[in-house]
């Protein structure tokens, strides 16, 4: 199966666990592949910054940095008319 992890399920698996925490489980596990575009990972690394400064005892971007790594990276199509 392939998923997009959205920002707040990607970081929520990391800090929290619970369901999110399952879904990054699955990908390690290779239940599951990870897809993202650039734009996904640049915001994944941006967030990530901001929330090391909050929850400081988490090391957050190297979990990101892995997981973007190792996800499978696409180009976003433009779409000739919204959906």
Same mark, same amino acid.
């Given at each position: 199966?392939?998923?997009?992890?959205?920002?707040?399920?990607?970081?929520?698996?990391?800090?929290?666990?619970?369901? /999110?925490?399952?879904?990054?489980?699955?990908?390690?596990?290779?239940?599951?592949?990870?897809?993202?575009?650039?734009?996904?990972? $640049? $915001?994944?690394?941006?967030?990530? $910054?901001?929330?090391?400064?909050?929850?400081?005892?988490?090391?957050?971007?190297?979990?990101?940095?892995?997981?973007?790594?190792?996800?499978?990276?696409?180009?976003?199509?433009?779409?000739?008319? /919204?959906?």
């Amino acid at each position: 199966m392939r998923a997009v992890l959205d920002t707040n399920v990607l970081l929520s698996s990391i800090l929290f666990a619970g369901t /999110p925490g399952r879904i990054l489980e699955a990908w390690r596990s290779g239940k599951v592949e990870l897809v993202i575009a650039p734009d996904i990972a $640049e $915001e994944y690394l941006r967030v990530a $910054e901001r929330l090391e400064q909050r929850y400081s005892k988490v090391e957050i971007q190297p979990i990101v940095s892995l997981v973007i790594n190792h996800a499978t990276l696409v180009t976003a199509t433009t779409l000739q008319s /919204p959906v």
